[in-house]
């Protein structure tokens, strides 16, 4: 009996370095845009507002937990998630969040209360009706991370480049824009380019992970 509660012991004290690990707010930013793409040390410094240096000591938290890898590429070194299962776990947090703590349902209420003209589209509608040809899926990521992982039948057009490519677009379907998920504000500029020039546009909530959650539940 002692010998089980030794273990036990053990077996908790590993999965508090997890919980302790993310503990930092930011360290729970850089996974998530990990979660993208694998990004260079100056990439997430940029994206997040955070000095290299500060960057770097939060990769090294998290890769002590195994929940990050990295590898060498000339001068820079690129980080990406050590596993598939991180993304999931971070979905999971994301929506064990949203629905147990106010905070963050108050936070997303305020974050979309400048959306109401902003019809969304859901996974299902957009299957069906890129299937029957009726929509152009356009995503406003940066292009590595597109590059990455997208959805099937998505064009690549990053938020920067969109007012200069609205020419290119056809005028005979709608645009449906998505980026990194309900929490990001790039499909939200993208969709209000668009309504402005007279397209009939609207925003995909959901992420690429949350679309390869879908189409596997879906087979």
């Known amino acids: ?19 302790k ?6 360290r729970l ?5 990990l979660s993208q793409s694998p990004k260079s040390v100056e990439g997430l410094a940029k994206d997040t507002g955070m000095t290299v240096a500060n960057v770097s000591q939060h990769l090294q ?6 929940l990050v890898s990295y590898r060498k590429q000339g001068n820079f070194v690129f980080y990406e998630l050590a596993d598939d299962e991180v993304s999931g776990f971070m979905g999971s ?16 209420k305020e974050f979309m209360s400048n959306q109401s003209e902003m019809e969304a589209v859901t996974l299902a509608d957009l299957r069906r009706r890129m299937e029957l040809g009726e929509i152009m899926l356009i995503d406003v990521r940066p292009r590595v991370e597109y590059d990455a992982a997208h959805i099937p039948g998505a064009v690549s057009i990053p938020i920067e480049e969109l007012e200069e490519k609205l020419a290119s677009l056809p005028t ?5 824009a998505y980026c990194r998920g309900p929490y990001c504000l790039m499909s939200v ?10 397209f009939k546009a609207f925003r995909l909530e959901d992420s690429v992970q949350d679309w390869k959650e879908f189409a596997k539940n879906a087979e």
């Open 1 to 19: 009996m002692t010998n089980d509660r030794a273990l036990t012991d053990k077996l908790y004290q590993e999965f508090a370095r997890i919980g």
């Open 21 to 26: 690990c993310l503990s930092s707010p930011k």
């Open 29 to 33: 930013e850089i996974l998530d845009l």
């Open 61 to 66: 938290t998290l890769h002590h937990a195994r």
């Open 93 to 108: 947090l994301h929506r064990l969040s949203e629905k147990q703590l106010v905070q963050v349902q108050q936070i997303k």
């Open 172 to 176: 005979n379907c709608d645009v449906v």
């Open 189 to 198: 500029e993208a969709v209000g380019l668009l309504q402005a020039k007279g």
